[in-house]
């Protein structure tokens, strides 16, 4: 019996190391201001969003699903805590400390609140955020780095630290404005992608969580020549428009061919959503929403709106042998504070001591079961 302890020992040992690297990897990319109806196959006649279509027929397109506010910063803390957003008086988004003050919200959201990322990482998980942050806003100083959150690397804007073009070849771009500079607006999320590729490419070997949270198609809505090439017979401002929308389809290809080549896709849940409906726009050319254009595939209600168009956002998963390819499901209601525990079950780690979520576990839908 003596002798066989060591090989006892040896076989629990790799188990354990199977057990762990089979956990699965999440990438979660957040669309910014992105309408239900801006996607082909959602039914736009026009605009082009191949690799979306491709995630959908590789996955399930869910038709019901809305975020919990219809606003930028507390529609993603109701992703990210899993609780509804005025538990951390995120009431609108995150802007100067006068407007936060008279808006009865803090300048950032706490970051000892309960944090997707962080159990993550607590659990072996590497984990990153590129692109759009908002948890906080408006430059105000000693705002928490990301770090703070449970990111063990980011690159951001609307939000501190480092930004998405340092480190890449478009760290020399005029940026004065920020994601309001137009050409700035039309490669931040191309920058932003180039961090997720390259962090995904590094934690192959391990499993990881991922956010990217795209630039498109808030404003400033911007495209370059190159953008607008599939739309030579399109006007304005809707050629700008779709070619923003078909450039940001191209970052989620890049994530998708990545995740083939590395042989990550099956154990890698992938979703894709949008943080609230579409901007509401401005008829004449000069006008500050004159490029946005989005559409709500027919629902009532734009950004801002508690109407469905508001809220009722593109929701795409995939996880190949696990969530079912090629199904649309019109009938399940999943909601922004899903996410939250519906990660942790499929990674089969616990929800923190004493958490009191708003949400609940969604995995069964995922899988194609039907949810009362």
């Given at each position: 019996m003596q002798k066989l302890l060591p090989l006892l020992a040896a076989i629990a040992a790799l188990s354990g190391h199977a057990a762990e690297t089979a956990r699965p990897n999440f990438v979660f990319i957040y669309a910014d201001d992105l309408g239900f109806g801006d996607l082909a196959c959602h039914g736009h006649p026009e605009i082009l969003t191949p690799n979306l279509d491709r995630m959908a027929k590789e996955g399930t397109d869910f038709w019901s699903f809305t975020v919990v506010n219809p606003v930028c910063s507390p529609s993603r803390t109701g992703i990210v805590t899993g609780q509804f957003p005025s538990r951390w008086g995120a009431h609108q988004h995150f802007a100067s400390h006068e407007q936060n003050v008279e808006r009865g919200m803090p300048d950032w959201l706490d970051p000892k609140a309960p944090l997707l990322p962080r159990i993550f990482q607590d659990a072996g998980y590497q984990t990153a955020h590129y692109g759009k942050w908002h948890l906080s806003g408006g430059g105000i100083d000693g705002a928490p780095l990301p770090a703070e959150y449970g990111y063990d690397d980011a690159a951001?804007?609307?939000?501190?630290?480092?930004?998405?073009?340092?480190?890449?070849?478009?760290?020399?771009?005029?940026?004065?404005?920020?994601?309001?500079?137009?050409?700035?607006?039309?490669?931040?999320?191309?920058?932003?992608?180039?961090?997720?590729?390259?962090?995904?490419?590094?934690?192959?070997?391990?499993?990881?969580?991922?956010?990217?949270?795209?630039?498109?198609?808030?404003?400033?809505?911007?495209?370059?020549?190159?953008?607008k090439k599939p739309y030579p017979d399109t006007e304005e401002p809707q050629r700008t428009y779709y070619g923003a929308v078909t450039r940001a389809d191209r970052q989620v290809g890049r994530v998708l061919d990545l995740l083939d080549e590395l042989d990550l896709s099956k154990n890698t849940l992938v979703v894709f959503s949008s943080d609230n409906g579409p901007e509401n726009t401005h008829p004449n050319p000069g006008d500050k929403f004159y490029f946005s254009v989005g559409e709500t595939g027919g629902l009532r209600g734009r950004k801002r709106s508690l109407l469905m168009g508001g809220v009722n956002v593109p929701f795409i998963v995939r996880w190949p042998g696990v969530i079912p390819a090629g199904r649309v499901d019109k009938e399940t209601a999943l909601a922004g504070v899903d996410v939250f525990p519906t990660f942790l079950e499929a990674a089969g780690l616990p929800v923190p001591d004493g958490y009191k979520g708003d949400g609940e576990s969604m995995l069964a839908a995922f899988k194609g079961e039907a949810m009362e």
């Open positions: 951001v804007w609307t939000g501190p630290g480092r930004h998405p073009f340092e480190g890449t070849k478009y760290e020399s771009m005029k940026m004065d404005k920020g994601a309001h500079d137009e050409k700035a607006a039309s490669f931040i999320s191309v920058a932003a992608t180039d961090h997720a590729v390259r962090f995904i490419r590094d934690s192959k070997d391990q499993p990881f969580y991922l956010n990217l949270w795209l630039h498109e198609t808030h404003h400033l809505v911007s495209a370059t020549e190159e953008d």
